[in-house]
């Protein structure tokens, strides 16, 4: 991230935005079950909402620096940070319960590596798991936002077949309204093992 959009994402402002609007919206009443996995945790401002929902909490980073500082502030906590990338994760094949992804996906550099990353998250649920995550919608404003970083903005209108490709089903995909235009999306990995 470009050192503006990092102090946002680090900030109280944000912290805000994402516990009183953006996870209540998207999660509605999901159960996250009792072994959760965050991939794209950042400065972990999701991450701290994240964690008092549920008794286990995985975050993955894969930025050295950003991982390492949410290791230090979170450590002796019920979080393992974990220093990787999302599109080939160092987990288990079936262990988490759910996976979320907040404001993450824009960051991966092409289609190929989002959809990777997607068939990751599969791979690591248990079947019948959920995937619950949101992001935002292209504006120009954002992309000037993004100067610098990566910008790899998803046209919600094909999220729900992408998620399909790499085998989710029970897929939902949504924008809010008003602006600022975001997505959420949840899918399930089939509950037959596959
Ligand atoms: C805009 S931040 C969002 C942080 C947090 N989820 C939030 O909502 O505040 C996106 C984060 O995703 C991370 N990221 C990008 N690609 C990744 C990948 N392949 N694996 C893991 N993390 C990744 C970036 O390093 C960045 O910290």
């Known amino acids: 991230m ?3 959009h990092l102090a946002f994402c680090a900030s109280p402002e944000w912290a805000q935005i994402l516990q009183e609007e953006i996870l ?4 509605g009443d999901s159960d996250l079950g009792d072994d959760l996995l965050e991939v794209g945790a950042g400065p972990g401002m999701s ?9 286990r909490l995985t975050a993955v980073e894969l930025d050295d620096r950003l991982a390492a500082a949410l290791a230090a502030r979170l450590a002796g906590t019920k979080v393992d940070v974990v220093h990787a990338d999302a599109t080939a994760l160092p987990l288990e094949s079936g262990r988490f319960s759910a996976v979320t992804c907040f404001t993450m996906l824009h960051h991966v550099p092409s289609a190929e590596s989002q959809d990777q990353l997607l068939g990751e998250l599969r791979r690591v649920l248990r079947p ?3 995937l619950v995550g949101s992001d935002s919608v292209a504006t120009p404003e954002l992309r000037e ?6 910008y790899v903005p998803i046209d919600p209108d094909t ?4 998620l399909r490709q790499v085998g989710f089903i029970d897929v939902e995909v949504q924008s809010s309204h008003p602006p600022p235009e975001r ?4 899918a399930h990995r089939p509950a037959a093992a596959s």
């Not at 209540?24 to 999660?27: I, Q, S």
């Not at 936002?145 to 990566?150: A, I, P, Y």
């Not at 999220?159 to 992408?162: D, I, L, N, Q, S």
């Open 2 to 4: 470009n050192p503006e």
């Open 24 to 27: 209540p919206w998207a999660l």
């Open 47 to 55: 991450t701290d909402v994240l964690r008092r929902l549920v008794p």
């Open 128 to 130: 019948g798991g959920l």
């Open 145 to 150: 936002f993004h100067e610098g970083d990566t």
């Open 159 to 162: 999220m729900a077949a992408r």
């Open 183 to 186: 997505f959420r999306f949840l």
